[in-house]
């Protein structure tokens, strides 16, 4: 069962004193990257919290949000009066004209003019944050695989046209041969000169070999058939994929270098039209 890189996982604990939010998301990345956004509060968990996310959630592009709202409550303030006074100043220096008790709105909005304190992080509320990052993370993984199994049905999809299109292509591979044949026979009769038939069929058949597509139809049924392997294994592998749809693309192409005739160029464009499908969808595979 395949994994997708992109989702989203969420879980909320809620406190007697505050809710903490914590999300996080995904995105596709060819390595594990992780950004994290933590209040200052909990900062000294940052490793912590970064070495758990790394140990559960494979490569990709990972934003970590932590959100914590304290209830009015459990708010101890406190007025910086002396930052209060040297605002107030500031703007009596732009607007002197002013009154100070008009001031005062403006500069209790400002920066660290209230300040709240909270008692040091105890180890139990810690339990607490730490089992709901792993409910979150959970909830990333699981999003994650289910976005990976709608990902499988179209790489099955994908995978089959391209094995469809490679039977079709056996009937114009006969026939071009003989277009082949007859066409040498005819500018032969053009030139009205005598061959020697042994040496031209030697020739012939050195000239067709050029053409023989057997080794090609098989490589490329067996690389399709080991994609379709790979997608049904316990893990995840986007980039093993990614490996095995450059050897499909290299088979395709020499399947069009080879074909010399236009209706199976048609089947061969169609079968490139699937493989970009699939590189596209397998870069989205953790």
């Known amino acids: 069962m395949i994994a997708s890189m992109t989702g ?14 914590i999300e996080l998301r995904s995105l596709n990345s060819k390595t594990f990257d992780l ?24 490569r990709g592009k990972i934003d970590f949000s932590m959100m914590v709202e304290l209830n009015p409550a459990a708010r101890t303030q406190s007025l910086n009066a002396e ?25 209790m909005r400002m920066p660290d003019v209230i300040s709240y304190k909270q008692d040091d992080l105890n180890e139990d509320e810690w339990n607490q944050i730490r089992a709901t990052i792993v409910e979150a993370i959970d909830a990333l993984n699981k999003f994650r695989t289910d976005e990976g199994a709608v990902l499988e049905k179209h790489l099955v999809l994908n995978l089959n046209n391209i094995l469809h299109n490679l039977e079709l292509v056996l009937p114009f591979e006969i026939e071009r041969i003989e277009t082949i044949k007859e066409r040498f026979a005819k500018r032969l009769e053009e030139l009205k000169v005598d061959v020697d038939q042994n040496r031209f069929e030697q020739e012939l058949v050195f ?7 057997t080794e090609e139809k098989v490589r490329l049924k067996n690389h399709c058939e080991y994609f379709l392997k790979e997608l049904s294994e316990t893990e995840s592998n986007g980039k093993k994929l990614g490996f095995i749809s ?5 088979e395709i192409n020499t399947l069009g270098s080879k074909s010399n005739h236009s209706e199976m160029q048609k089947i061969v464009v169609q079968m490139k039209d699937e493989l970009e499908k699939i590189k596209e969808q397998s870069l989205n595979v953790l």
Do not use: H, W
């Not at 879980?11 to 939010?21: C, F, G, R, S």
């Open 8 to 21: 989203y996982g969420k879980a909320i604990l809620e406190l007697p004193e505050k809710k903490v939010t």
């Open 83 to 107: 930052l209060i006074k040297n605002y107030i100043e500031e703007f009596k220096n732009i607007t002197p004209d002013v009154a100070d008790a008009d001031l005062l709105p403006v500069v």
């Open 35 to 58: 950004n994290t956004r933590i209040p200052s509060f909990y900062r000294e968990k940052e490793l912590e919290i970064r070495n758990l996310i790394s140990e559960t959630v494979q």
């Open 207 to 213: 000239y067709l070999e050029k053409f023989d597509i």
């Open 246 to 250: 450059q050897e499909i693309g290299r």
